[in-house]
């Protein structure tokens, strides 16, 4: 373990480390950060409400749309030359969410990169190949940062240049690999096209940066013989470090000594008991350029508190479900893609790369699913295809209780994505 004491704290004597750091987070809202204060007093909350983190689920949520109206440093706590770091995120619909680090704040993060990557099993020895982008993504130079910190070699080749890539994985002899699931399943294919899995070194896989399904990461552990592991963060919260899975694979460890985290009912804002489905809502305790209270990742997820077999006592969050974003409402039915993809992933002939398309037709909601076949040979058997469309419709039916379109794509047709993939074409009301 990186930092053994905290990582193996007691339940309780972390309780008393969250209500400690919580308490100071707040005091610091109050003096330092007067866009929240507003907030929270516009919301009714004063700061003599707090006694104890008990209190927390009776204070306003913060969201994304709160860095859109305070862009670009409204939210921030620090004067400008105490930051020392600015991330972002995309932003392409609207203002980005600005991220600033102190220098305190940057060694924090590099300690809680440096635990996600120890937990997955990554030592000094290792070369790290970074396909994340790097830039004002959090991504890239938070895997750097805490690799580097671990005294890993790190070969930050960011995104793209597929062909440069996997020479450099062979020739630099690369160990680790750190990217978004949809890239890293891009790149192993590009390997096994290459027949180079035998020539190269990889053994651990840090993916990160969005969500996957379990079969997705299987895919790509066969594809590269590795292990695959998730981690988690979002740029607002201070980018990755706030969660990452150990070699048991039973979940992501949550920085709980950093981060304060609740589920939520999405529809409702109910805090929801230990082990139910809900919204994943983030306190951050330590941060000194931007504290935040109850942030809404809108990440569907769920957390349990039991003892891990790794010895590390904290709670740990299931891989993420989808975004409540990119939920689907389909005639009355809730739809994650990924509930649609680990349908997708099983199916002999077809390949992981798939588009959900929504439709209005009339006053009926319609999805079709568009899925490449891994072979165009199959295009030319009738009596296949419509087995294959058949199977893949009866499946999700038995999900979703919902009857889809599918439609068989010609193999390399449906679009791949360096960074986050973009898997819903939405075309109501457009
Ligand atoms: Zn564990």
Redesign the pocket.
Same mark, same amino acid.
Do not use: D, F
């Given at each position: 373990m990186w930092q053994p004491e905290l990582e193996t704290i007691t339940r309780d004597e972390l309780r008393m480390l969250q209500e400690e750091r919580f308490q100071r987070s707040w005091r610091h809202i109050w003096a330092d950060a007067p866009a929240q204060t507003k907030l929270l007093h516009d919301a009714g909350a004063e700061r003599g409400d707090i006694r104890s983190l008990d209190d927390v689920h009776k204070l306003p949520f913060t969201d994304k749309s709160v860095f859109t109206e305070h862009y670009p440093f409204g939210l921030f706590a620090v004067p400008p030359e105490a930051v020392v770091r600015l991330h972002s995120t995309s932003g392409t619909t609207s203002k980005p969410s600005m991220g600033g680090y102190t220098y305190t704040d940057m060694v924090h993060w590099k300690d809680l990169v440096a635990r996600v990557c120890v937990?997955a099993g990554v030592t000094k020895r290792d070369t790290a190949h970074i396909a994340f982008g790097f830039g004002m993504f959090t991504g890239g130079f938070g895997l750097n940062y805490g690799l580097e910190h671990m005294g890993v070699r790190v070969l930050p080749m960011g995104g793209g240049q597929t062909e440069k890539q996997l020479m450099m994985m062979r020739d630099m002899g690369s160990t680790v690999l750190v990217a978004t699931p949809s890239y890293a399943l891009y790149l192993s294919e590009a390997v096994r096209e290459a027949g180079i899995k035998e020539d190269l070194m990889l053994r651990v896989g840090l993916f990160g940066g969005e969500g996957h399904t379990q079969e997705m990461a299987e895919q790509i552990e066969r594809n590269l013989g590795i292990i695959a592991t998730s981690n988690y963060g979002l740029c607002e919260l201070g980018g990755p470090g706030i969660s990452g899975?150990?070699?048991?694979k039973? #979940?992501m460890?949550i920085a709980e000594d950093h981060y304060f985290c609740e589920i939520i009912n999405p529809e409702t804002g109910a805090v929801l008991p230990e082990g139910e489905t809900g919204e994943l809502v983030v306190t951050p305790l330590t941060r000194e350029a931007l504290p935040l209270i109850r942030y809404r990742t809108k990440d569907i997820t769920k957390i349990t508190t039991e003892p891990?077999?790794? #010895?590390?006592t904290h709670a740990?969050m299931s891989p993420t479900l989808g975004r409540s974003d990119d939920m689907l409402i389909i005639r009355g039915v809730n739809v994650y893609p990924s509930q649609i993809e680990s349908v997708l992933i099983r199916q002999e002939h077809i390949g992981p790369h798939y588009m959900l398309v929504v439709r209005r037709e009339g006053v009926m909601d319609t999805l079709e699913v568009q899925v490449e076949l891994t072979d165009g040979a199959v295009l030319d058997s009738f009596h296949l295809l419509e087995q294959i469309q058949n199977n893949i419709r009866e499946q999700i039916r038995n999900i979703l209780g919902l009857t889809v379109k599918v439609t068989l794509v010609a193999p390399q047709t449906v679009e791949r994505f360096m960074g986050k993939a973009k898997r819903i074409k939405d075309e109501r009301g457009m």
């Open positions: 937990m899975e150990c070699l048991l039973t #979940g460890h891990c077999k790794c #010895g590390r740990r």
